[in-house]
């Protein structure tokens, strides 16, 4: 800006010497994700000041410092936050500033990966800030193991040796995730003596197993023992 004209250098000016100008920049001038932010005149002037032309030819340079904005994003939002280190209030950092970048996970997430101009699983990860850049931390929901659950046993009780009795079971995850469902059939207060019964599903096998953990009667249940 000279003399309050807003012109775009370089420029070239005949003045009478001795006469009185003023000098004075337009800044930060940012487009694209690329900001350059006002630094120093040559001559060591403040942004706005004024000189007077000189005799001889002279030649006045306003220095600048390139920033590129830094853009963040989690997916899902739900997943988790981002956090740059060293923070910016407005997510510009100077050309070649080194950037850490960490992703904070929400509960009943996991950290997946980076995307965009940060890739790989490394949390946290670093970047270099030479160009506008974008950034996604993928956050992927937990998967949550609960164990399965007896919903009933028909009927409630029995005491005979030929009792037929039908359990039935629920697993979160699918009767897929069953492996061997346990069901005590005694237990003596001093916790000796005990056994119960353990249905191994891919083995499709029903054993009658003592408190030392060994094996009696091994065979396939029948549809209604479930």
């Not at 800030?129 to 609960?146: D, E, G, H, L, Y």
């Not at 005694?186 to 119960?196: A, P, V």
Request: with cysteine; hydrophobic share 35%.
């Amino acid at each position: 800006v000279v003399d309050g004209t807003t012109l775009t250098a370089p420029q070239t000016f005949q003045r009478t010497p001795g006469s009185s100008h003023t000098l004075d920049v337009v800044t930060p001038q940012a487009a694209s994700g690329v900001r350059r932010v006002f630094g120093s005149w040559s001559d060591s002037g403040a942004k706005s000041h004024s000189i007077t032309a000189p005799v001889t030819a002279t030649t006045y340079t306003a220095s600048f410092t390139t920033q590129y904005l830094l853009t963040t994003a989690a997916s899902p939002p739900a997943g988790g936050t981002v956090t740059a280190t060293p923070s910016s209030s407005d997510g510009y950092y100077n050309g070649g500033q080194s950037v850490q970048l960490t992703a904070n996970i929400a509960s009943g997430y996991t950290f997946a990966n980076w995307s965009g101009d940060l890739t790989g699983t490394a949390n946290p990860g670093n970047m270099v800030m030479s160009a506008p850049r974008s950034v996604t931390a993928n956050f992927a929901a937990q998967v949550v193991n609960s164990p399965p659950t007896v919903t009933g046993v028909s009927p409630a009780a029995g005491v005979t040796a030929t009792q037929a009795l039908t359990f039935s079971f629920t697993d979160p995850n699918g009767w897929q995730d069953l492996g061997v469902v346990n069901i005590l059939v005694n237990f003596w207060l001093d916790g000796r003596n005990s056994c119960y019964l353990a249905y191994n599903r891919p083995a499709n096998t029903l054993y009658l197993i003592n408190n030392a953990a060994e094996c009696g009667l091994q065979q396939p249940p029948n549809e209604q023992d479930g």
